[in-house]
């Protein structure tokens, strides 16, 4: 799906910023990552843990809901699969939500994904990021430092959770803080599921 733009969509060079409420603050003192929901015991790990685990180099594709799409940004991450080794996840749990910071609150945001589709390189966890021909740059505060989600480019980029916090597992989908005003639960851009 590299380079290929869904409908609706225009090619931008630049990575514009949009989000709701403040810029979160890194703080590793206070810092944390919870996994909960459909598991057999919730977990939370701290950025040291969650550093320790393997990372991966994938080359994805950006499509936000206001129709600017970003191709080739290559990200340095954790693949969301990682995280599934430190929680004994329930074979019932099919959809997720991934929490990130809202104005202060750890928990105000989030977005609803299916599980299935997050296995591979493509879902990750980035902390680091570069252009074709330059050197790697730390995810800046403003794209969600310290661990920011980057979903695969088959799902619209609100999907892709800053200042990520946690993951939640569920057995059935249930709309995070944009689906809730009304926007795709499934956020296929090749589909052009923008709203519900
Ligand atoms: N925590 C948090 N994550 C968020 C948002 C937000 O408001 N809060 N906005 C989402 C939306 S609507 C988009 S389009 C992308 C934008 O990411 P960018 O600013 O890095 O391009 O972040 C997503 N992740
Ligand atoms: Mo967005």
Not at 88 to 109: F, M, Q, T
Not at 145 to 160: D, E, M, T, V
């Amino acid at each position: 799906m590299v380079n290929e733009l869904p409908p609706g969509q225009f090619e931008t060079d630049s990575w514009p910023i949009l989000h709701q409420g403040d810029i979160y603050k890194f703080d590793e003192e206070t810092w944390s990552f919870k996994l909960f929901g459909e598991v057999k015991e919730e977990r939370t790990v701290t950025y040291q843990q969650i550093m320790s685990l393997p990372k991966a180099i994938s080359t994805i594709d950006m499509h936000c809901v206001t129709t600017w799409s970003k191709f080739g940004t290559t990200f340095e991450g954790i693949p969301l699969r990682e995280l599934l080794t430190l929680v004994d996840v329930s074979k019932e749990a099919k959809y997720i939500k991934i929490y990130g910071y809202y104005n202060g609150d750890p928990y105000g945001y989030s977005a609803n994904l299916p599980l299935d589709d997050l296995l591979g390189n493509d879902a990750l966890f980035v902390f680091r990021w570069k252009e074709e021909g330059q050197d790697w740059r730390d995810i800046s505060p403003k794209h969600g430092y310290p661990l920011r989600f980057i979903p695969p480019a088959s799902f619209y980029l609100w999907k892709g959770t800053k200042w990520a916090t946690g993951i939640e597992f569920m057995t059935e989908d249930s709309a995070g803080f944009w689906e809730e005003l009304g926007y795709s639960m499934t956020a296929n851009p090749f589909k052009e599921e923008r709203y519900r």
